[in-house]
């Protein structure tokens, strides 16, 4: 036997009888299952824990909920602070304790009861078409309520997650009655009731409909990557408004462990991997979204839209405002 495969041989028989078999990782992911199916792969690959997505488009905590102690679910893997907040609030999380997450993501990413924990983030930010805005004219989320955007604005729901998320974090930083008023100046501006996903607003923009709308950082990743939106990305610069005295709303995809984890242990170690220097990497070029990890870069096509100075408001102080986001949203009917 050469000294390789005695060593080998040796390896396996220490293997299977001091390891127990690796469970594979069960996840359950409102998230495109083929934008976090390259992690999960350098995730086997390193580890030799598989993993298998279920893609939930409704109703995961439900499920969850109904499956009890008998679902085979260990991860949830979801974008949005409201709905992460909702998995918290349905009780089927748990908190994990450890050194390797609180190390890796910042305070304002991660739940402080360690429920859930930001892996990438991105900025809500403007898009602006070339032609007809003068990129300095684009300053604060408030200003959007300036007469000076009359018929100017595209917009997705008010209804919608993401912009619920950006009404929430007006609510903090300025009140219920200076949000109304915003909402209701923002309306006055727009240059057609609210509709579609954040693509087709620069679509708009594109067409000549509008000259801004609101939209996420790497929906521009994603249409300058598609050769039919391409041209609609070419149209329009990507620009970062702030709150006054304050940043750019940001927002996170997350990961959270069920509470009944079946698999515990690999769980927790998918976890701190998606943290790691190489996935934070692999969610930077694929996905085009912001590493949660300080000191791992975006892509060279995020970097190259500019530094975003990020509000550090925690997450977790604008879900429970979501609620009151969406009674104001419906109080100046701003979808109508
Ligand atoms: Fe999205």
């Not at 078409?129 to 959007?144: C, G, I, M, N, Q």
């Not at 007006?170 to 309306?187: A, N």
Request: charge should be negative; proline fraction near 5%; glycine fraction near 6%.
């Amino acid at each position: 036997m050469t000294r390789t495969l005695r060593t080998a041989a040796l390896s396996f028989a220490v293997m299977a009888t001091a390891l127990p078999a690796l469970a594979d990782v069960n996840i359950y992911s409102y998230r495109q299952p083929e934008l976090i199916q390259p992690i999960l792969d350098a995730f086997t690959a390193e580890t030799g824990i598989k993993t298998n997505v279920s893609f939930i488009d409704k109703g995961l905590v439900e499920r969850l909920q109904a499956e009890g102690d008998r679902s085979p679910a260990d991860l949830i893997l979801t974008v949005d602070i409201s709905r992460l907040a909702e998995a918290v609030a349905g009780g089927v999380t748990q908190p994990v304790e450890s050194e390797v997450l609180t190390a890796n993501i910042p305070a304002e990413f991660r739940d402080p009861d360690n429920q859930w924990f930001g892996v990438t983030t991105r900025a809500r930010i403007v898009y602006a078409s070339k032609d007809r805005v003068d990129p300095a004219d684009v300053t604060s989320y408030e200003d959007l309520a300036d007469p000076k955007w009359q018929g100017r604005i595209c917009t997705r729901s008010g209804a919608h997650g993401y912009t619920l998320a950006l009404v929430a974090a007006m609510i903090k930083h300025h009140g219920e009655d200076y949000t109304k008023t915003w909402l209701e100046g923002v309306k006055a501006n727009l240059a057609r009731k609210p509709q579609g996903n954040d693509r087709a607003q620069v679509k708009a923009i594109w067409a000549g409909e509008c000259d801004i709308s609101l939209g996420n950082t790497y929906y521009m990743g994603q249409m300058v990557a598609d050769p039919e939106q391409k041209a609609w990305a070419d149209a329009v610069n990507v620009l970062f408004p702030v709150f006054e005295g304050a940043g750019t709303h940001m927002n996170v995809s997350g990961v959270a462990l069920t509470k009944a984890a079946p698999n515990r242990d690999e769980a927790v170690k998918l976890m701190e991997f998606l943290t790691s220097q190489e996935a934070q990497e692999i969610y930077a070029e694929i996905n085009h979204e912001y590493p949660v990890v300080p000191g791992t870069e975006a892509s060279e096509l995020v970097q190259s839209w500019g530094e975003c100075a990020p509000d550090t408001v925690n997450l977790m102080e604008l879900a429970p405002l979501r609620a009151d986001a969406l009674r104001l949203v419906e109080t100046v009917d701003f979808d109508g």
